[in-house]
C-alpha cells in the first residue's frame, strides 16, 4: 500500500516517549480519576484539549504520532473544504467525438464518452437521469462506449486486503466512476402462503444471480436477520450464494454487499437503465481517454461539497472519503491522482496552515488503515484554524451532535451534553479516537482530541465522554 510519511517521525516518537512519566500528572484533577479507571496505560493515550482561539488547557503525549481511525476523515474534509470551497462540485459527463451527429435513427455516430469526475455521491438515480437526458436528445443506438476513468491513476484495491470482508460496502475500492458506492442491495421479502424468502438484486443487472435460499422459520423475530452470503466472480459474471435461517416474522429486509469490480458494477447498471430507456448497444464497453476536443453532450453535477462532508463526518463513510482524497490530488496535482499524490497535497494543505504534520503518515484519507498516523497536536492546530476560520460553520455543521446525529447519537444524550458537542468518532482494532468541539456552559467553545492506540482502546469511550462533560460544564 502507498504510504506517505513524513520526516522527523522518529523525532517526535522520542519526544512522545519523554512525556511519558508525567502523562497522568498532567491531566486536570476532574479528570485523572476517570482515566485510572480505565485501566489504560499513560503511553497509549494522546490528547490535547485546548479553548478554541486560547490557550492549552491539558496536553498528554501530544506529540507521539497515534492510528486515529476515522477521525482522519476530518483531515480529508477539511483539506478539501478549505482548497476547494464549499461550492465546489463534481462533473459526470457524456460526450462525443468533435462532429458527432445523430442520425434519423437515433444512432450516435463514434463512440459514446462516459467521462467520471470521481464523484463520491453518484447514485443509480443520478445515472439513470444522465441516461434520460441523452435520449431526450435523440440517441438511441450506441455503438460503443469509452469509459474514462483517468481522473484517478491507478487506485484501485483489493476490498478484502484491509479485514477480509471483500463484500462490506465500507472496502469498496475508489473509482472515478462508481455509482451508488459501487454496492448491490439484496432485498428479500417474505411470502407467507408459500412459506418462502424471495431474494431480488437491486439493481437486478444480468450479470448477477442467486443461488440457495433462506430457511423460513415460525414464531417471533428476536433478532436482525442473520443472512449467510458467498460471493463468487468469474468472467464478470457473479452468484450470490445465500444461506441461513430467518423468521418469516421478521419482515420484508435487505442489506447491501459489493458483488464484482466497480467496472462490472458501473457497465451492468448502465446497460441495465440504458436498455430500460429503449436504447441499445452494439459493440460494448472499453477503458480509455475521451480526446481533449471531445463536446460534452449531458453532464451532472453533484451536491456541492459543503454537503458532501456531512455525509462523510456525520456517519463516517469511507468510501466517499477515498474519493475527496483522491479529487483533491487530482485538483492541486494533477489528473491521474494516486494515494501518494494525494497525501503530499493534503500535507501541503495542512502546512500551508501552520499545522505541525511531523509524525503524520496519511495513507487512504479514510482512516480505514492500520499504517495511518497524526498527532493531537497537530489535529487540535487543524481545529483551531478552522475554528477561526470563515468556512467553521459549513465544517462544524457536518459533524455528528453529541446524543443527536450521526456516530454519537446514541452517546451524550443527558441533558448537560446532548447537543452540546460538535464530534467526529474513530474506531478500529486496537485504536480509538474522538475529536472536535465542544461548548461550555460560559458559551465557550473548546478544542478536543483525544487518541488512544492499545489493545484495550475500546476501555477509553467512558473517559472521552467524561471530558466532553467535563468541558460542557465550564
Known amino acids: 500500500m502507498l504510504l506517505w510519511r513524513c520526516a522527523h517521525w522518529a523525532a517526535g516518537a522520542l519526544l512522545g516517549m ?97 467521462v467520471g469526475g470521481g464523484d463520491p455521491y453518484f447514485r443509480p438515480d443520478d445515472l439513470w437521469d444522465l441516461l434520460r437526458q441523452l435520449r431526450l436528445r435523440g440517441v438511441k443506438n450506441l455503438s460503443e462506449v469509452v469509459v474514462d476513468r483517468s481522473r484517478f491513476g491507478d487506485v484501485t484495491i483489493d476490498p478484502g486486503e484491509f479485514d477480509g470482508a471483500a463484500d462490506s460496502p465500507y472496502n469498496a475500492s475508489p473509482d472515478a466512476l462508481m455509482v451508488g458506492f459501487g454496492a448491490s442491495r439484496i432485498l428479500f421479502y417474505p411470502d ?61 429486509f435487505s442489506y447491501y454487499r459489493l458483488i464484482g469490480s466497480q467496472a462490472d458494477h458501473f457497465e451492468g447498471l448502465f446497460r441495465l437503465l440504458w436498455q430500460e430507456l429503449g436504447g441499445t448497444i452494439a459493440r460494448g464497453f472499453v477503458s480509455g481517454k475521451a480526446p481533449s476536443s471531445a463536446k460534452t453532450l449531458v453532464w451532472h453535477d453533484s451536491p456541492w461539497l459543503s454537503d458532501v462532508i456531512r455525509q462523510i463526518n456525520k456517519n463516517s463513510n469511507n468510501v466517499m472519503a477515498r474519493m475527496t482524497f483522491l479529487t483533491l490530488g487530482a485538483e492541486l496535482k494533477g489528473t491521474g491522482a494516486t494515494l501518494s499524490s494525494s497525501a503530499q497535497a493534503v500535507l501541503e494543505v495542512m502546512k500551508n496552515q501552520g499545522v505541525d504534520t511531523t509524525g503524520w503518515v496519511l495513507v487512504n484519507g479514510s482512516g480505514l488503515s492500520r499504517q495511518g498516523r497524526v498527532t493531537a497536536h497537530g489535529l487540535a492546530q487543524m481545529y483551531d484554524n478552522i475554528w477561526r476560520s470563515p468556512l467553521m460553520p459549513e465544517f462544524v455543521s457536518s459533524l455528528a451532535i453529541s446524543g443527536v446525529d450521526g456516530t454519537v447519537r446514541k452517546r451524550l444524550r443527558a441533558g448537560d451534553t446532548r447537543g452540546q458537542a460538535h464530534l467526529k468518532t474513530g474506531t478500529l482494532r486496537n485504536s ?37 462533560r467535563w468541558l460542557a460544564s465550564k
Open 18 to 114: 519523554a512525556s511519558l512519566a508525567v502523562a497522568a500528572q498532567a491531566l486536570p484533577p476532574e479528570l485523572q480519576k476517570a482515566w485510572k479507571a480505565t485501566k489504560l496505560p499513560d503511553s497509549s493515550l494522546s490528547l490535547e484539549i485546548r479553548e478554541a482561539g486560547g490557550p492549552v488547557i491539558a496536553r498528554v503525549n501530544a506529540e507521539v504520532p497515534r492510528n486515529p481511525a476515522s477521525v482522519m476523515k476530518t483531515v480529508t474534509t477539511w483539506s478539501a473544504l478549505s482548497a476547494l470551497g464549499p461550492d465546489y462540485a463534481w462533473r459526470t459527463r457524456l460526450a462525443s467525438d468533435s462532429g458527432a451527429r445523430v442520425d434519423a435513427q437515433g444512432t450516435l455516430q463514434g463512440p459514446l464518452y462516459v
Open 192 to 252: 407467507v402462503q408459500t412459506r418462502q424468502w424471495i431474494p431480488i438484486v437491486d439493481p437486478p443487472t444480468r450479470n448477477v444471480r442467486i443461488e440457495g435460499q433462506l430457511q423460513w422459520l415460525d414464531g417471533r423475530c428476536t433478532s436482525s436477520p442473520a443472512v449467510m452470503a458467498n460471493i463468487q466472480v468469474q468472467n464478470h459474471q457473479a452468484v450470490v450464494h445465500i444461506g441461513g435461517k430467518v423468521a418469516g416474522a421478521c419482515g420484508e
Open 432 to 468: 480509538r479516537a474522538l475529536a472536535g468541539f465542544v461548548r461550555g456552559t460560559s458559551g465557550k467553545r473548546y478544542i478536543l482530541v483525544s487518541l488512544v492506540n492499545d489493545p484495550s482502546s475500546w476501555a477509553v469511550r467512558n473517559f472521552d465522554d467524561a471530558i466532553v
